[in-house]
């Protein structure tokens, strides 16, 4: 299953200085080994060496050096403790994945069949949005459910004047057969009500949500965004109805019928994911919101920014760094790390290659490091959160005040550039890996790790 969720940007563009570095970390095919050995949310024993490394190196009041000092004084990580959930109509089956027990239930068409039992009591699902993920889930609910000859009415709820309801009409959702509606109307009559509008929607409807559904029924999230807003603002999910997520990394959190679980699972089920695990709804918007400032959103964009400019302006031509940045890190180097793993990038260089990569990452680690834990800081206490909500607010009409236009990323100097060099590059090209960029890359995903 691929859910999607609200993006953003790190500050990581322009900060990574790429002179001598300070201190070296480990060398990255010792360290990747080492992190091989252990479970990935558990890196107390590896980062020791590393954070005690830099407090020991050049204890001069530099700005490399004060990357030393902020570091040392990061607590370890802590063990993730094992989420045990009880279902009385799916098999949980126990894994074990890096030496660590997890409980998980498989999907699949064989399980459709239990759909009625998981959605016991439940006669109409309400999906409010239209958007990244309501199309989708819409869709393979309304499917498995009618494969389930399950009665269960799967309705599209969307506020008056939507330009989505010609959408929601082509995938078959229809006002004559009480499939499609007004959101509040859907809302109202739903026992299931998948809230999947966007992030800074939820922050400014959560109220009128919350007073429409009805005592004793089901919101689902397929982002815990919502939970991060609500504990920024000191408030909590009314006690009588149940919160359930499913999302790229599970369900939770609260439950006041006792079958808040199965009906997760059923959802998870339905929307044909293969597995689906326990998780809290802190945690998966948590690391969800972070692994977006970080490798998979922001700090790519940041990356590819500042590498752009500092091979410019050491005299590449622009088509060359941009295929040297953008190229390569959405290119060749994610297709090697996807099947083969990041040390395939770097045993795949020549020995020259493997120098100036290892110059790249030993110049990026600890900088990138920094400032993924400034971008998690944000996220834990809620100001990334507060900060998008804001954001949002700028692109729609307010009080009277005239939205904003959302600007085009493809406006800046290095996109116009790549404009030209994808219109001339040959189909599947994915061009030979450049060292120093994989080094830089490869370092802010161990940095993240």
Same mark, same amino acid.
């Given at each position: @299953?691929?859910?999607?969720?609200?993006?953003?940007? !790190?500050?990581?563009?322009?900060?990574?200085?790429?002179?001598?570095?300070?201190?070296?970390?480990?060398?990255?095919?010792?360290?990747?080994?080492?992190?091989?050995?252990?479970?990935?949310?558990?890196?107390?024993?590896?980062?020791?060496?590393?954070?005690?490394?830099?407090? $020991?190196?050049?204890?001069? !009041?530099?700005?490399?050096?004060?990357?030393?000092?902020?570091?040392?004084?990061?607590?370890?990580?802590?063990?993730?403790?094992?989420?045990?959930?009880?279902?009385?109509?799916?098999?949980?089956?126990? =894994?074990?994945?890096?030496?660590?027990?997890?409980?998980?239930?498989?999907?699949?068409?064989?399980?459709?069949?239990?759909?009625?039992? &998981?959605?016991?009591? #439940?006669?109409?699902?309400?999906? #409010?949005? /239209?958007?990244?993920?309501?199309?989708?889930?819409?869709?393979?609910?309304?499917?498995?459910?009618?494969?389930?000859?399950?009665?269960?009415?799967?309705?599209?709820?969307?506020?008056?004047?939507?330009?989505?309801?010609?959408? &929601?009409?082509? &995938?078959?959702? $229809? *006002? *004559? !057969?009480? $499939?499609?509606?007004?959101?509040?109307?859907?809302?109202?009559?739903?026992?299931?009500?998948?809230?999947?509008?966007?992030?800074?929607?939820?922050?400014?409807?959560?109220?009128?949500?919350?007073?429409? @559904?009805?005592?004793?029924?089901?919101?689902?999230?397929?982002?815990?965004?919502?939970?991060?807003?609500?504990?920024?603002?000191?408030?909590?999910?009314?006690?009588?109805?149940?919160?359930? &997520?499913?999302?790229?990394? +599970?369900?939770?959190?609260?439950?006041?019928?006792?079958?808040?679980?199965?009906?997760?699972?059923? /959802?998870?089920?339905?929307?044909?994911?293969?597995?689906?695990?326990?998780?809290?709804?802190?945690?998966?918007?948590?690391?969800?919101?972070?692994?977006?400032?970080?490798?998979?959103?922001?700090?790519?964009?940041?990356?590819?920014?500042?590498?752009?400019?500092?091979?410019?302006?050491?005299?590449?031509?622009?088509?060359?760094?941009?295929?040297?940045?953008?190229?390569?890190?959405?290119?060749?180097?994610?297709?090697? #790390?996807?099947?083969?793993? @990041?040390?395939?990038?770097?045993?795949?260089?020549?020995?020259?290659?493997?120098?100036?990569?290892?110059?790249?990452?030993?110049?990026?680690?600890?900088?990138?490091?920094?400032?993924?834990? *400034?971008?998690?800081?944000? =996220?834990?206490?809620?100001?990334?959160?507060?900060?998008?909500?804001?954001?949002?607010?700028?692109?729609?009409?307010?009080?009277?005040?005239?939205?904003?236009?959302?600007?085009?990323?493809?406006?800046?100097?290095? /996109?116009?550039?790549?404009?030209? =060099?994808?219109? $001339?590059?040959?189909? +599947?090209?994915? +061009?030979?890996?450049?060292?120093?960029?994989?080094?830089?890359? =490869?370092?802010?995903? @161990?940095?993240?790790?």
């Amino acid at each position: @299953m691929s859910l999607s969720s609200s993006s953003g940007q !790190s500050s990581l563009s322009g900060a990574i200085s790429f002179g001598p570095p300070v201190a070296t970390p480990p060398p990255f095919s010792e360290t990747l080994k080492r992190l091989a050995k252990t479970r990935s949310v558990n890196f107390s024993k590896t980062l020791k060496p590393l954070i005690a490394h830099v407090s $020991t190196s050049n204890p001069s !009041s530099t700005g490399r050096s004060a990357v030393g000092a902020s570091m040392v004084s990061m607590p370890a990580v802590k063990p993730s403790m094992l989420l045990d959930f009880e279902t009385s109509v799916f098999k949980k089956e126990k =894994v074990t994945l890096a030496a660590h027990d997890e409980y998980i239930v498989k999907g699949g068409r064989d399980l459709f069949h239990l759909l009625p039992d &998981a959605f016991k009591g #439940i006669k109409q699902i309400g999906v #409010i949005g /239209w958007g990244s993920q309501g199309p989708a889930q819409a869709q393979n609910l309304r499917d498995s459910l009618a494969e389930a000859k399950s009665d269960i009415v799967v309705k599209i709820g969307l506020r008056k004047g939507s330009r989505s309801f010609a959408e &929601a009409r082509a &995938a078959g959702f $229809t *006002e *004559e !057969s009480g $499939t499609l509606g007004d959101i509040w109307e859907t809302v109202s009559g739903s026992d299931l009500v998948l809230l999947l509008v966007s992030d800074a929607a939820q922050a400014d409807n959560y109220e009128k949500v919350f007073s429409h @559904m009805k005592p004793n029924s089901t919101l689902g999230l397929s982002h815990g965004f919502l939970l991060g807003h609500l504990q920024s603002l000191g408030l909590d999910f009314p006690k009588n109805i149940s919160v359930i &997520a499913v999302c790229p990394k +599970g369900m939770g959190p609260s439950d006041v019928d006792g079958r808040a679980t199965d009906v997760a699972l059923g /959802w998870s089920v339905a929307l044909g994911s293969p597995f689906t695990f326990a998780t809290t709804l802190e945690q998966e918007y948590k690391s969800d919101i972070f692994g977006e400032r970080g490798i998979l959103l922001g700090a790519v964009h940041g990356i590819v920014e500042s590498l752009f400019r500092r091979y410019t302006e050491n005299g590449m031509s622009e088509g060359l760094a941009y295929k040297n940045t953008v190229e390569y890190i959405t290119g060749i180097i994610s297709r090697t #790390i996807s099947t083969k793993g @990041m040390l395939a990038v770097y045993n795949s260089l020549s020995e020259d290659g493997k120098k100036e990569f290892e110059v790249a990452y030993s110049a990026s680690y600890y900088p990138c490091m920094d400032i993924l834990y *400034e971008c998690y800081d944000d =996220v834990a206490n809620g100001s990334e959160i507060q900060s998008v909500i804001l954001a949002g607010r700028h692109f729609y009409e307010n009080g009277g005040l005239p939205a904003f236009l959302m600007g085009k990323i493809d406006q800046t100097r290095m /996109w116009k550039v790549g404009e030209r =060099v994808r219109s $001339t590059r040959p189909e +599947g090209d994915l +061009g030979p890996l450049y060292p120093f960029t994989a080094g830089v890359f =490869v370092a802010l995903m @161990m940095a993240q790790v």
